[in-house]
């Protein structure tokens, strides 16, 4: 199974401002996606990231909002762009499996003032 | 209309006692995959077991079993003999067909006493 790394692990941001998540997969991966889990909610897929061509965005997701870089197979990052508190959540990188499942990083817990 | 429903939000059960996490799904493709993940308060998301379509058989992992009811579109998931780490939330997830996008259930958050 592949392990993710990702960072950071949480962080307080002010109203207004971007940051940048970044994640480390220690094996090539041809899809990493990109998950939002609001309080109290589930998953919801914001975006898939491939390697060498545009994130593909769900209903509801922008990329000027959430611009994503997918530079090589084992690296991806996720930008939250003039953030609000509506954006405070846990953010979740993801690769798949050789069985096909879902493998997850620890997760970015974002709160913004 | 929702394609995982878990309707259970909350469950508790006591230490060493077994549980069952309810989850039904709606799909009309014959081929798709089940997952159970669990997240403790850290916020990781752990994969638990795996069910595929077509098995046969009922998937097991250690502690964990998945009760697979084709007909019904169940796929409820079982921990034997509870820990007292295995309270946290619990996310029943599908996949239909090849490299669509997985579909994540509401969760149920599970408390087991002492």
């Known amino acids: 199974s592949a392990v993710i790394s990702q960072k950071p692990s949480r962080d307080i941001c002010q109203r207004g401002t971007s940051l940048t998540i970044q994640c480390q997969v220690d094996?090539?991966?041809?899809?990493m996606f990109w998950y939002r889990q609001q309080p109290g909610q589930s998953l919801t897929l914001i975006a898939t990231?491939?390697?060498?061509?545009?994130?593909?965005?769900e209903s509801g997701f922008v990329i000027d909002k959430f611009p994503i870089s997918r530079p090589n197979l084992t690296f991806s990052t996720l930008t939250v762009s003039n953030m609000s508190p509506e954006d405070s959540s846990i953010y979740l990188c993801s690769a798949e499996g050789n069985t096909g499942e879902l493998f997850f990083g620890e997760g970015s817990r974002l709160t913004v003032l | 209309a929702q394609k995982i429903t878990q309707t259970q939000p909350g469950m508790f059960v006591q230490e060493k006692e077994a549980v069952t996490l309810d989850c039904t799904y709606d799909t009309s493709d014959p081929s798709y995959g089940l997952f159970w993940y669990k997240q403790p308060s850290s916020g990781e998301m752990i994969f638990l077991i795996y069910?595929?379509?077509?098995?046969?058989q009922n998937a097991t992992e250690g502690r964990y079993s998945l009760n697979f009811q084709k007909a019904r579109k169940s796929a409820n998931l079982v921990i034997s003999a509870s820990q007292l780490g295995d309270s946290a939330m619990y996310f029943c997830a599908m996949r239909e067909g090849y490299g669509q996008n997985f579909v994540f259930g509401p969760g149920t958050r599970l408390s087991v006493l002492p």
């Open positions: 094996s090539q991966v041809t899809m």
């Open positions: 069910q595929g379509s077509y098995d046969q």
């Open positions: 990231a491939n390697q060498g061509s545009e994130a593909t965005y």
